[in-house]
């Protein structure tokens, strides 16, 4: 399974980004999507995670300003972020719980990562 990221960038506090994830490959059913980021110096921390039913969590520093959303069809997973804060820098990683096929065990998959930076 190969996913591969998109989006990210330079922004301004106070401003928007949107993330996008696309898992290709060999894919029976993808459980739940989720996006994780890792700042320099610190742990891989959760930021948002979707359910195959939609069903999204999201840690507590992002509620209300990031929005988790897939698209089942296209393998796809989105992470709207809004009202950007400087400590939202960090690489961002999109990660895959899925299997090959109908008799096989869940795996994870994690994407390339992509930069998020937000200045003062």
């Known amino acids: 399974v190969q996913l591969v990221e998109s989006g990210g960038g330079l922004v301004q506090a106070g401003g928007s980004l949107s993330l996008s994830c696309t898992a290709s490959?060999?894919?029976?059913?993808?459980?739940?999507m989720g996006w994780y980021r890792q700042a320099p110096g610190k742990q891989r921390e959760l930021v948002a995670a979707i359910t195959s039913g939609g069903i999204t969590d999201y840690a507590d520093s992002v509620k209300g300003r990031f929005t988790a959303s897939r698209d089942n069809v296209k393998n796809t997973l989105y992470l709207q972020m809004s009202s950007l804060k400087p400590e939202d820098t960090a690489v961002y990683y999109c990660?895959?719980?899925?299997?090959?096929?109908?008799?096989?065990?869940?795996?994870?998959?994690w994407g390339q990562g992509t930069q998020v930076t937000v200045s003062s």
């Open positions: 490959g060999s894919i029976f059913s993808i459980n739940a």
């Open positions: 990660n895959v719980r899925s299997r090959g096929s109908v008799l096989s065990s869940l795996s994870d998959y």
